[in-house]
Antibody, heavy 117, light 110 residues
């Protein structure tokens, strides 16, 4: 069974940093492209970042470019999102999702990030 | 601000049919496949329809998708109480060079 389990969320002050993790199991992680998708409280879905299966192609939404860094460790079956210079508008539930080009077959349950003073 | 526009809400009684629209442009829906996601209250999104009209295994055939020009639609026939959820369309956007989601539609079963 495919499982994606996010962790690392929490309360952080504006300007602070957080590192999210996504532990994958039930499939050969190194074969699949991965993404982070977020959802602000009571709002819709927003794609955040993409990383190819080998980590050699990376992309970001304009809203996080220059502040967030996506990475993966295929040996550890893990996906990461380093978030720096956090803003109030980054508050939300962050999902890791397996897939590409708006086609996301599997999703984690999400980890909540709250940016507030 | 999403580039894919959906109605805020849709509703129907049990057994009825409901259609959710998704309006885009030539840079997204017009030239790329559309996927639909269902998000039950308090749950993560779930892939409902992929590549315009295909259903993943486990998705009832009450759900169907279609695309025409720069618009797409999700149809739910024989509405059931467990279909009460938020529904999102999504597609790749060639101008933004990234995936975009629709604004979301809340489907209520009366």
């Amino acid at each position: 069974e495919v499982q994606l389990v996010e962790s690392g969320g929490g309360l952080v002050q504006p300007g602070g940093s957080l590192r999210l993790s996504c532990a994958a199991s039930g499939f050969t992680f190194s074969n699949y492209e991965m993404n982070w998708v977020r959802q602000a409280p009571g709002k819709g879905l927003e794609w955040v970042s993409y990383i190819s299966s080998r980590g050699d192609t990376i992309d970001y939404a304009d809203s996080v470019k220059g502040r967030f860094t996506i990475s993966r460790d295929n040996a550890q079956n893990s996906l990461y999102l380093q978030m720096n210079s956090l803003r109030a508008e980054d508050t939300g539930l962050y999902y890791c999702a397996r897939g590409f080009t708006a086609y996301y077959v599997y999703w984690g349950q999400g980890t909540l990030v709250t940016v507030s003073s | 601000q999403s580039v894919l526009t959906q109605p805020i809400s849709a509703s129907g009684t049990p057994g009825q049919g409901v259609t959710v629209s998704c309006s885009g442009s030539t840079s997204n829906i017009g030239g790329n496949a559309v996927n639909w996601y269902q998000q039950l209250p308090g749950a993560a999104p779930r892939l409902l329809i992929y590549f315009n009209h295909h259903r993943p295994s486990g998705v009832p055939d009450r759900f169907s998708g279609s695309k025409s020009g720069t618009s797409a639609s999700l149809a739910i026939s024989g509405l059931q109480s467990e279909d009460e959820a938020d529904y999102y369309c999504a597609a790749w956007d060639d101008s933004l060079n990234g995936p975009v989601f629709g604004t979301g539609t809340k489907v209520t079963v009366l």
